[in-house]
C-alpha cells in the first residue's frame, strides 16, 4: 500500500502531496490526483491501494491509485469545491495534419 502525505503550504493557501520522493503542489486543486497520475507514469500500478495521511493520521478511505488518478477536485469562485472527471489536455504539439494547418495558415 501507497500512502500519501499533504502537507500544508503557505498558510493553507496551497497544499502538497508526496509519495516515494514524487511530489505535486497546487494551490486551486486538490494535489493528490495529479500525483496519482504521476505514480503511475512512474510505473505504479493502478490496482495499488493508496492511504491518504495527514501527518501520522489517515484522513481518506484508502482507495486504488487508478480511482484517485481518475477524478479532480477543483475550487470554483461562485460554486465552491467541484469533483471533475480527468480529462487529459491535446498535445500541446498537435499530429502533423494540424501543424501543417497551422503553418500554411499563418503564410
Known amino acids: 500500500m ?7 503550504n503557505d498558510n493553507g493557501r496551497s497544499f502538497t502531496a508526496s509519495c ?7 494551490s486551486r486543486k486538490d ?3 495529479p500525483l496519482c497520475r504521476r505514480l503511475i507514469d512512474h510505473g505504479h500500478s493502478p490496482d495499488m491501494m493508496v492511504m491518504v ?3 501520522a493520521f489517515p484522513v ?7 480511482a484517485w488518478a481518475e477524478h479532480d ?3 470554483d469562485d461562485n460554486r465552491g469545491l467541484l469533483r471533475r472527471r480527468y480529462r487529459a489536455l491535446p498535445d ?4 502533423a495534419a494540424t501543424q501543417i ?3 500554411s495558415q499563418a503564410a
Open 73 to 75: 477536485i477543483v475550487e
Open 2 to 8: 501507497l500512502v500519501i502525505t499533504i502537507t500544508s
Open 31 to 33: 494535489p493528490i490526483a
Open 92 to 95: 500541446i504539439r498537435g499530429d
Open 53 to 55: 495521511c495527514r501527518g
Open 60 to 66: 481518506m478511505k484508502p482507495r486504488s491509485l487508478g
Open 101 to 103: 494547418n497551422c503553418e
Open 20 to 26: 516515494e520522493g514524487v511530489s505535486y503542489s497546487h
